[in-house]
């Protein structure tokens, strides 16, 4: 994308460090950071400097081979046990997007698998796996984006909460690639973008990834989707995910949930995006999904001057989880699934 200098997330030109976009400073400042400390890398995620599932599979993936180059050792079993506890260390860092655990899983079974080789041949087969997550979700996001244009027709009024754009993830994104590649394609879409409470990645994000690549965006608070939807002025609802259960409940930024509910009442059609590595076969349902509780300063004072609320109490789930049976697809890199989706998602990815 041509307002980012290179990917979101890369590893640094002499290898030892993760670089990434800042996405706290944006729209306001676009300022790459340089990360090679596992403390730094950690709060990078828990922070939300790199956010959006598949951009912290990436993140993740280079984040486990830059730490793996400071474990010194010649023995393979101690160097294995280090390489585990830094996996483990970063999968703490946030539990609902499924993309993180996936990567950093990678990366040590990478070690396993080559552990009859010395150490310092093991760190590189880590890196190969590192950039290989990362190659092949800018595949994934190609592929999806055009599975995508199959689903709309041109001139779409297109609702889209949260961010699920080229720095959540690489190059076009999920939830936005469909725009972002019709785009290129000489499709004109306007995109409606909820600007995402509490943390406002809609707001700051998507409307700032979709208006630089030159697509008409109008943001709006949450809670006017149903108007709009009521009005007939939205033909369908793009989001991302998180973490998809293998019966398509989907994990997802909160208020994802009510949208569809609202999508369904509307009769809009609601599709989610959704590349393999964000579904979780070992979560049956929703119900297995891990929800990460955030800050109540998120909700309270954040991106305010001072307080806007009392001293109250706040509760602040940072996602929610759709109901598959109101999913009208989800769209993967290998084709689009419909309901019932423990067959659809089955038949794609398990047989
Ligand atoms: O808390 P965030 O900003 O990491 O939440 C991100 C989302 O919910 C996105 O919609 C999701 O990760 C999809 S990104 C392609």
Known sequence: MEYL??????????????????????????????????DELF???????????????IFAGYAVYVLSLGIETE??????????????????????????????????????????????EIKEKIKSTA???????????????EYGLTLVKDGYNILTHCNAGPLATSRY???????????EKGYTFHAFCDETRPLLQGARLTSYELSKAGIDVTLICDNMAGFLMKQGKID?????????AANGDTANKIGTSSLSVLAHYYNVPFYVFCPSTTIDFSAKSGADI????????????MFYERPMAPDVKCLNPAFDVTDGKLITAIITEKGICRYPYEKSLAELFLS
Do not use: W
């Open 5 to 38: 200098k290179s990917d979101s997330v890369r590893l640094s030109e002499d290898e030892r460090s993760v670089v990434i976009i800042d996405q706290t400073k944006l729209p306001g400042k676009t300022e790459y950071l340089t990360l090679s400390e596992a």
């Open 43 to 57: 709060d990078a995620i828990k922070l939300l400097k790199v956010r959006g599932a598949p951009a912290i599979g």
């Open 75 to 120: 023995d393979v079993s101690t160097f294995l046990v280090r390489i585990k506890e830094y996996a483990a260390f970063l999968d703490s860092s946030r539990p609902t997007a499924v993309n993180l655990s996936m990567a950093t899983k990678r990366i040590v079974e990478t070690a396993e698998e080559y552990k009859e080789l010395p150490v310092a």
């Open 131 to 145: 950039i290989a997550i990362h190659k092949e979700d800018i595949e994934m996001c190609r592929k999806i984006s």
């Open 173 to 183: 994104g999920t939830g936005l690639g469909t725009l972002m590649l019709g785009k």
């Open 236 to 244: 369908a609802v793009f989001v991302g995910c998180d973490r998809v």
């Open 290 to 301: 891990e929800i990460e509780y955030r800050e109540p300063e998120e909700i309270r004072s």
